[in-house]
């Protein structure tokens, strides 16, 4: 298509968004988008649909249909409640769980959720206020609902905004809800088939009740309550990075026995235009500076840090020489997964049943920690909706143990079904306790699973392509990969290639071909080495960008050697990314 056609065809979709179904602010914005002379925020506002994915929505906030907005929130949330009235048509009362975050206009996409469900006879919880999103899989779960609706971009820039569907379990949707839920909100093409006018006596207001009940059965899943009472006045740093893990997560660190967690003033301000950092993202080193620079000033054993809607958790530690270091997503799920396995072996509580589950571009080295100790590990795709799902097929007939993903999420309970800081950040704070305990801090710790199971090196980068022109860039870069396999990455011949697009694994040496055993196909890519490296390709489905994820295995000959092994696998990255031109 052309630029002018193109153009054309954005005019004329927006000036559908000129009539009176929408509501004056809205008519005002478009029309200054038509008639300004650059016209490349109308076609970025206009040229699709912003698609209700197996995810939900996000996006950027802004009039247009490829924006978040009351009108495509609207349509969403009806397509969902029109599938959920056709799926629970025989129960008396369908009821659904709606939390947000702090984001800019999360309350207000919550409340019009809220509405738009009552309007269609359905009965809602509404949080009284931002809440982590795993209190809401909960809520979900505790209260009986079928479904349910928390605002989020999670920790995307401010300027962006989502929208993520979850089901009877709490967990978010797959096949076929997911796929039936998208057919009913694509069904949804007129503003006016949405119902806005609420019935405010199907909307309950909940709160202090059910944070009490959730964060009783958190406090559950402590193992080692000895340890924490012996340190108890360990230096703890905790961000919320504007968010909602200051809802519950300085409570949830009081009532596990911690005595000594120290604020970030500045961080504790709730806030959707996260004031103090760029992005809110506790991977990021940037987001993690303030907290840095507090336990550099009080001398801070262990600093944690949760994301915006409170389900992704940042680890930062204290070295040889007392310097902090960041701990990427592959070692905290390490460490989880250590420590789980280990005090359930310690305190004879392992009955054979037990398993956890880790994401396909995850490090194999929690598979090397579960298989020494006879625990089975699963192996899903990326998002906790996965992992979500081994535990409901195993949850008559096995034991959960753990499961998480690389990008900063674990979750440690079987009574939620996504990931969870809140849980994650007092367990992380129980172990710093118990390797205490051991005359270690949790770098040591960190060294001595390395050391025990041998190291391995982990690094994620991701190419970001917005827009139009940038989508169709990502495709490009899958089918040249696709097409054009590499023969080595750092010298090392690629000799197994796994493309979850056809479900195959090809052995490139035999030129065998095996069948990958997923419930679904999905759009990644993997190449593995006769050195065993492993890399990972694939598109983000919830951001304009491409994902690489590089893991490399490396000799650690003792553990005196392991920042000197350090250096050497990030050569050893920095070798294969080159070979990937990137």
């Given amino acids: 298509m052309s630029n002018s056609e193109l153009i054309k065809t954005v005019m004329e979709k927006a000036e559908k968004w000129l009539s009176p179904a929408y509501d004056e602010q809205t008519r005002a914005e478009v029309k200054a988008l038509m008639e300004a002379e650059d016209k490349t925020p109308l076609i970025e506002a206009f040229y699709k649909d912003l698609e209700f994915g197996t995810g939900g929505l996000r996006g950027i906030m802004g009039v247009g249909s490829n924006r978040m907005n009351i009108y495509t929130v609207g349509a969403a949330t009806q397509g969902l409640a029109n599938y959920l009235k056709d799926t629970f048509k025989d129960l008396p009362q369908i009821s659904v769980c709606v939390g947000h975050d702090v984001r800019n206009n999360s ?21 009284d206020d931002c809440r982590p999103t795993p209190e809401i899989s909960y809520g979900i779960r505790h209260l009986g609902c079928q479904s349910g609706v928390v605002v989020t971009a999670s920790h995307n820039p401010k300027e962006y905004n989502g929208y993520k569907a979850y089901w009877s379990d709490g967990a978010q949707m797959i096949a076929p809800h997911d796929v039936k839920t998208i057919e009913y909100v694509n069904a949804i093409t007129s503003v006016d088939q949405i119902k806005f006018t609420p019935n405010k006596e199907l909307i309950e207001i909940i709160g202090s009740k059910i944070d009490d009940e959730y964060l009783t059965d958190v406090k559950k899943l402590s193992l080692s309550p000895e340890a924490i009472e012996r340190h108890k006045d360990m230096k703890i740093v905790y961000t919320p990075i504007h968010g909602t893990g200051m809802m519950l997560i300085y409570d949830s660190l009081n009532r596990w026995g911690f005595k000594n967690v120290i604020h970030v003033p500045e961080q504790d301000v709730k806030s959707g235009d996260f004031p103090t950092v760029d992005s809110p993202n506790p991977e990021n080193a940037s987001a993690m500076a303030m907290a840095i620079a507090k336990a550099r000033e009080v001398g801070a054993d262990v600093v944690v840090a949760s994301d915006p809607d409170a389900d992704r958790i940042g680890l930062v530690v204290r070295d040889k020489k007392g310097e902090y270091q960041l701990v990427n997503g592959n070692q905290i799920v390490m460490i989880f997964l250590y420590y789980l396995i280990t005090r359930n072996v310690e305190l004879g509580r392992l009955n054979g049943t037990e398993y956890c589950v880790k994401t396909i571009v995850t490090t194999e080295s929690i598979k090397r920690i579960a298989d020494a100790n006879n625990i089975t590990c699963f192996d899903c795709y990326t998002g906790f909706k996965w992992i979500a799902d081994v535990m409901r097929n195993h949850e008559q007939t096995a034991r959960y143990l753990g499961g998480g993903e690389e990008s900063y999420g674990f979750l440690a309970e079987d009574f939620v079904r996504d990931k969870d800081a809140v849980s994650a950040i007092s367990l992380m704070c129980e172990i710093a306790a118990w390797a205490a305990d051991r005359g270690q801090n949790l770098y040591e710790m960190l060294i001595d699973i390395y050391a025990q199971y041998g190291f391995s090196r982990e690094r994620g980068i991701s190419v970001v392509r917005p827009g139009k022109s940038g989508a169709e860039e990502i495709v490009a870069m899958m089918k040249n990969f696709r097409e054009n396999p590499p023969a080595t990455l750092a010298g090392s011949p690629v000799t197994a290639v796994k493309d979850y697009l056809d479900l195959n694994c090809r052995n490139l040496k035999t030129g065998q071909v095996e069948k990958l055993d997923f419930p679904t196909t ?14 990972s390709i694939r598109p983000s ?5 491409i994902k ?11 553990k005196e050697a392991y920042e000197e092994t350090v250096a050497k ?14």
């Fill in 107 to 127: 309350r207000r996409f919550a409340e019009l959720a809220a509405d738009i469900f009552s309007a269609n006879g359905i009965k809602v919880y509404l949080f």
């Fill in 522 to 535: 999905s759009n990644v890519l993997q190449f593995f080495t006769e050195r065993g490296d492993k890399v």
């Fill in 541 to 545: 489905g919830t951001e304009p960008k």
């Fill in 548 to 558: 690489f994820y590089i893991e490399v295995r490396e000799d650690m000959p003792s």
């Fill in 569 to 582: 696998a990030e050569e050893h990255i920095d070798a294969i990314l080159a070979d990937l031109n990137k």
